[in-house]
Nanobody, 129 residues
Framework: QVQLAESGGGLVQAGGSLRLSCAASGRTFSIDAMGWFRQAPGKEREFVAAINWSGSNTYYADSMKGRFTISRDNAKNTVYLQMNSLKPEDTAVYYC??????????????????????WGQGTQVTVSS
């Protein structure tokens, strides 16, 4: 119903910046919010940031505040993740996700992966020291 395609990952030096993109296609009218998660080898998937599509409200994991910025372009059905001051511990596969919840969407719920209905294949981000 909804397809997500991430891009923009790659290798970057510590302290550098990277901008990830996630383009949505299919039944995009059903999307209420989009988010970014990441998963490092051997670790659980963790929440990074989310944005409410209608209200343009944003929500970040505490560890990401001040370094990462999520934004959207409704005309392109695309969400972005600007990552600055990257650290080696940011190395992970970054996943884009789309939420089409029943009822009223609560922004704080978007930190939980089970709130999302659709997932992209992920894009690798590697930060070297």
């Amino acid at each position: 119903q909804v397809q997500l395609a991430e891009s923009g990952g790659g290798l970057v030096q510590a302290g550098g910046s990277l901008r990830l993109s996630c383009a949505a296609s299919g039944r995009t009218f059903s999307i209420d919010a989009m988010g970014w998660f990441r998963q490092a080898p051997g670790k659980e998937r963790e929440f990074v940031a989310a944005i409410n599509w209608s209200g343009s409200n944003t929500y970040y994991a505490d560890s990401m505040k001040g370094r990462f910025t999520i934004s959207r372009d409704n005309a392109k059905n695309t969400v972005y993740l600007q990552m600055n001051s990257l650290k080696p511990e940011d190395t992970a596969v970054y996943y884009c996700a789309a939420a089409s919840p029943r009822g009223t969407l609560r922004l704080w719920r978007l930190s939980f992966s089970d709130e999302y209905n659709y997932w992209g294949q992920g894009t690798q981000v590697t930060v070297s020291s």
